[in-house]
């Protein structure tokens, strides 16, 4: 099987703009879960959808958003981007317990 | 915050030694898992193990468990300078959701 792809995998921004990710699951996982990973924070958890519904969301602002479709892919959204933003964004899909994740969107904010 | 902490931080070692890192975490646990990631790259999972299993083993690979001390080991056995990465222990937080909390991190450097 195919593992889990992100797009694109480079990505620069400047401050005040959004932006969208996307993640493709592995075929027949129907949860896809997002991290952020800084090298001040580590890897922290931002949400998780499971057939197209957000079951669990961690502690980041409304500006980060996210949604899932029909066929598993999900993307996720950041409004109004700031410094702070920069980092890299990995999208992971599970099977039971364990999650499996994708090669990661790096961010860069200027 | 992140669930646990990872010891050591940075650990350099010889090709053919074994390594040894140790991860501590904060609440009870449903299973915790052990990734691999190269130079800011994705994760590669490695391994699981259960709250109700003590040790477990992938081809040069040991993991235990000691949840009444909420801390876990890796061990690579006979390291080669391909092992060269970060190693993350992320645990769940028993509500079933697929959240993970990682860890801080070991940088290994296997020097050939």
């Known amino acids: 099987k195919a593992g889990v792809t992100q797009t694109p995998r480079y990505l620069i921004k400047t401050r005040g703009q959004q932006v969208t990710l996307s993640c493709s699951p592995i075929?027949?996982?129907?949860?896809v879960s997002w991290y952020q990973q800084t090298p001040g924070q580590g890897l922290q958890f931002l949400f998780e959808y499971f057939s197209e519904t957000q079951r669990n969301k961690g502690n980041f602002p409304g500006r980060f958003s996210g949604r899932q479709f029909s066929n598993s892919r999900s993307e996720m959204n950041v409004s109004t981007l700031e410094l702070g933003d920069s980092a890299l964004y990995l999208c992971?899909?599970?099977?039971?317990?364990?999650?499996?994740f994708g090669p990661g969107t790096r961010l860069t904010v200027l | 915050s992140q669930q646990g902490e990872e010891d050591p931080q940075a650990l350099s070692i010889q090709e053919g030694e074994n390594a040894t890192m140790n991860c501590s975490y904060k609440t009870s646990i449903n299973n915790l898992q052990w990734y691999r990631q190269n130079s800011g790259r994705g994760l590669v999972h490695l391994i699981l193990i259960r709250s109700n299993e003590r040790e477990k083993h992938s081809g040069r690979l040991r993991v235990t468990l000691d949840t009444s001390k909420k801390s876990s080991s890796l061990l690579i056995t006979a390291s080669r300078a391909a092992d060269t990465a970060s190693y993350f222990c992320?645990?769940?937080?028993?509500?079933?959701?697929?959240?993970?909390?990682f860890g801080t991190g070991t940088r290994l450097t296997v020097i050939p």
């Open positions: 075929s027949g996982h129907r949860s």
């Open positions: 992320a645990t769940d937080d028993q509500t079933g959701a697929n959240n993970l909390f």
């Open positions: 992971a899909s599970g099977m039971e317990d364990t999650q499996y």
